[in-house]
């Protein structure tokens, strides 16, 4: 019986991963267990080094024009913004549902909140903030079964912010607590799924760098902790853009 002759891959092809090597890296990473987390930590490493990089090299920009300003932002008065950023739910189990579980994988997702604030002072600052966490998912493992978990939260977070002027520059921290309503839900490979819903509220706490771009103009980096139930030490990182008035 005569060879079929070689297929040849396109360039496109290649530059897609359809050839055989990554393809057959592909199916490997898929098979392992930890293959889902690998793939998910990686594209959160990037994205927080773009963002990172982003914030740096605005920064940078910001101090070496400073002497170009009419002046730093107001010392006083309220402002308002909104924040994109990448949470990550480390959920110790399933016990909302009812479900004891022997393995189960930390996940992630993108988050949003919008937020008004008021600043007392250069050096302190309440703000109230809308947040919402996404819908981090990925799989577990019980006695006997398999199955996907969804997560969803979305809330009211009050904070109180104390700050550190630092000429264009501002170190600051925060903390409150987040008020939620959290919906999860188990889907078991062999078939069923349960749902249950809960109000809550967590302490959360964090802090950052911020930078004013121009004198209304307020970008800052930030780290928080929000201390869930079922899912403590779980964090988001932000980058935060507001207007002060």
Same mark, same amino acid.
């Given at each position: 019986?005569?060879?079929?002759?070689?297929?040849?891959?396109?360039?496109?092809?290649?530059?897609?991963?359809?050839?055989?090597?990554?393809?057959?890296?592909?199916?490997?990473?898929?098979?392992?267990?930890?293959?889902?987390?690998?793939?998910?930590? %990686?594209?959160?490493?990037?994205? $927080?080094? &773009?963002?990172? !990089?982003?914030? =740096?090299?605005?920064?940078? /920009?910001? *101090?070496? #024009?400073?002497?170009?300003?009419?002046?730093?932002?107001?010392?006083?008065?309220?402002?308002?913004?909104? %924040?994109?950023?990448?949470?990550? $739910?480390? &959920?110790?189990? !399933?016990?909302? =549902?009812?479900?004891?579980? /022997?393995? *189960?994988? #930390?996940?992630?997702?993108?988050?949003?909140?919008?937020?008004?604030?008021?600043?007392?002072?250069?050096?302190?600052?309440?703000?109230?903030?809308?947040?919402?966490?996404?819908?981090?998912?990925?799989?577990?493992?019980?006695?006997?079964s398999r199955g996907l978990y969804h997560v969803s939260m979305?809330?009211?977070?009050?904070?109180?912010?104390?700050?550190?002027?630092?000429?264009?520059?501002?170190?600051?921290?925060?903390?409150?607590?987040?008020?939620?309503?959290?919906?999860?839900?188990?889907?078991?490979?062999?078939?069923?799924?349960?749902e249950s819903r809960h109000s809550r509220s967590d302490f959360?706490?964090?802090?950052?760098?911020?930078?004013?771009?121009?004198?209304?103009?307020?970008?800052?980096?930030?780290?928080?902790?929000?201390?869930?139930?079922?899912?403590?030490?779980?964090?988001?990182?932000?980058?935060?853009?507001?207007?002060?008035?």
């Open positions: 019986m005569p060879n079929e002759p070689p297929y040849h891959y396109s360039p496109s092809e290649l530059r897609a991963g359809m050839g055989p090597r990554r393809l057959a890296e592909r199916e490997l990473l898929d098979c392992h267990p930890h293959g889902r987390a690998w793939r998910a930590g %990686g594209h959160l490493i990037r994205q $927080l080094v &773009l963002a990172v !990089l982003v914030f =740096v090299l605005v920064t940078a /920009t910001t *101090i070496v #024009h400073a002497d170009e300003w009419t002046g730093f932002s107001p010392p006083a008065g309220p402002y308002v913004g909104a %924040g994109w950023g990448r949470f990550d $739910l480390h &959920l110790r189990n !399933l016990n909302d =549902v009812g479900t004891a579980v /022997t393995d *189960i994988f #930390h996940s992630g997702d993108d988050a949003w909140k919008a937020y008004v604030g008021f600043r007392f002072a250069p050096f302190l600052a309440v703000e109230a903030a809308y947040v919402d966490f996404g819908h981090p998912n990925d799989h577990f493992t019980t006695f006997g979305t809330g009211f977070s009050p904070t109180v912010i104390g700050t550190i002027p630092l000429g264009p520059v501002e170190v600051f921290g925060k903390v409150g607590y987040y008020f939620y309503d959290v919906t999860t839900r188990v889907d078991f490979n062999s078939g069923p799924f349960i959360l706490y964090g802090g950052g760098l911020g930078v004013t771009l121009i004198r209304h103009l307020f970008l800052r980096a930030e780290y928080e902790r929000v201390d869930l139930h079922n899912a403590t030490n779980s964090d988001v990182f932000w980058l935060s853009p507001s207007w002060r008035f």
